[in-house]
């Protein structure tokens, strides 16, 4: 899978647009850009994944990229319940080798 | 509906006894997966199951860890003789397996403490 760089932290008050970036200048045509995020002491929970085109969703906005080298998470209204290690993943998306290679991710801090 | 769900939540044992930990994934899912997480590192794979066959054991770090899968459904992660360094939390995830875009839910994980 490829690799991908995410800045270690970052803030933004509450009610404000969170966007958190991620590089995978290596990704290849078949690899999927994948984001989940891991509350404390809580198991990793998915938000959400792309392929080439901007996708949205319930929880979050993905943009990527026209090359695919690098991709943002947009979280429209971060609360405080938003604080968390988010984690950019880039991996083929089936098949025996389909498990999920975590980085450091980013810690993402809400404040009031 | 019912997510992925782990027991037991927490676990404290002493060195060298057995333990098992067991995963039930979201109905359908074929899909099954064990990680764990050390304190403050990032997750480790361990090993992934398809139906009731593990095609990717490569994650398992001794012979001390073994996983079964019955039906096609319940997981059970066992470590044998446990020493300090196997304190972790243990995550479990299933999903689907689709041709594009199979993604995996975690369960809550079972946090192992070995005195």
């Known amino acids: 899978d490829a690799k991908t760089t995410q800045p270690p932290s970052m803030d933004c008050a509450e009610g404000r647009a969170a966007n958190l970036p991620c590089n995978h200048s290596?990704?290849?045509?078949?690899?999927?850009v994948y984001w989940y995020r891991q509350i404390h002491s809580q198991g990793p929970q998915y938000i959400i994944h792309?392929?080439?085109n901007n996708e949205t969703n319930e929880m979050a906005s993905l943009i990527i990229t026209e090359d695919r080298k690098s991709s943002t998470l947009i979280l429209p209204h971060a609360t405080l319940r938003d604080t968390a290690v988010y984690y950019c993943?880039?991996?083929?998306?089936?098949?025996?080798?389909?498990?999920?290679?975590f980085g450091k991710g980013i810690t993402l801090s809400v404040r009031p | 509906g019912a997510g992925v769900s782990q027991s037991p939540s927490n676990k404290v044992t002493e060195k060298g006894k057995d333990v098992e930990l067991r995963c039930d994934p979201i109905?359908?899912?074929?899909?099954l997966y064990w990680y764990r997480q050390s304190l403050g590192q990032g997750l480790e794979f361990l090993i992934y199951f398809q139906g009731n066959s593990a095609p990717d054991k490569s994650g398992l770090p001794s012979d001390r860890f073994s996983a079964e899968r019955t039906g096609g459904s319940v997981s059970t992660l066992t470590i044998q003789r446990t020493q300090q360094e196997d304190s972790a939390v243990y995550l479990c995830?299933?999903?689907?397996?689709?041709?594009?875009?199979?993604?995996?839910?975690f369960g809550p994980g079972t946090r192992l403490l070995v005195l």
């Open positions: 290596t990704i290849s045509g078949n690899e999927y």
């Open positions: 995830a299933s999903s689907l397996v689709r041709p594009l875009g199979e993604t995996q839910y």
């Open positions: 993943i880039v991996r083929v998306a089936t098949g025996a080798n389909s498990k999920l290679t």
């Open positions: 792309g392929l080439k």
């Open positions: 109905s359908g899912h074929t899909a």
